[in-house]
Nanobody, 115 residues
Framework: QVQLVESGGGLVQAGGSLRLSCAAS????????MGWYRQAPGNQREFVAHITTGGSTYYADSVKGRFTISRDNAKKMVYLQINSLKPEDTAIYYCNVRVPGLEYWGQGTQVTVSS
């Protein structure tokens, strides 16, 4: 059984920083991309960033220059460093892992940014 567990969310003031972590466990093999999505109240889930096995990174325009994604293949972990937080970054952040033919989601971690 595959499990993704996010951590690192919280309440932070605008301009602050957080580091989100996601650990993948269980029988998960052949991981391709690892990434993050977010969902704000009343909105659809949206892409934030992902990173390939080779380390190529892709970001939503709204987070470029402020968010940095990284991964540790040996530990099956993915991280999201979030800087210069804005109130509009408030959302539940979900970890996403893709293997050939499947994708997995975590339960999410709440990020709340106060103005």
């Amino acid at each position: 059984q595959v499990q993704l567990v996010e951590s690192g969310g919280g309440l932070v003031q605008a301009g602050g920083s957080l580091r989100l972590s996601c650990a993948a466990s269980g029988s998960i093999f052949g991981i391709n991309t690892m990434g993050w999505y977010r969902q704000a109240p009343g909105n659809q889930r949206e892409f934030v960033a992902h990173i390939t096995t080779g380390g190529s990174t892709y970001y939503a325009d709204s987070v470029k220059g402020r968010f940095t994604i990284s991964r540790d293949n040996a530990k099956k972990m993915v991280y999201l460093q979030i800087n210069s937080l804005k109130p509009e970054d408030t959302a539940i952040y979900y970890c996403n892992v893709r293997v050939p033919g499947l994708e997995y989601w975590g339960q999410g971690t709440q990020v709340t940014v106060s103005s």
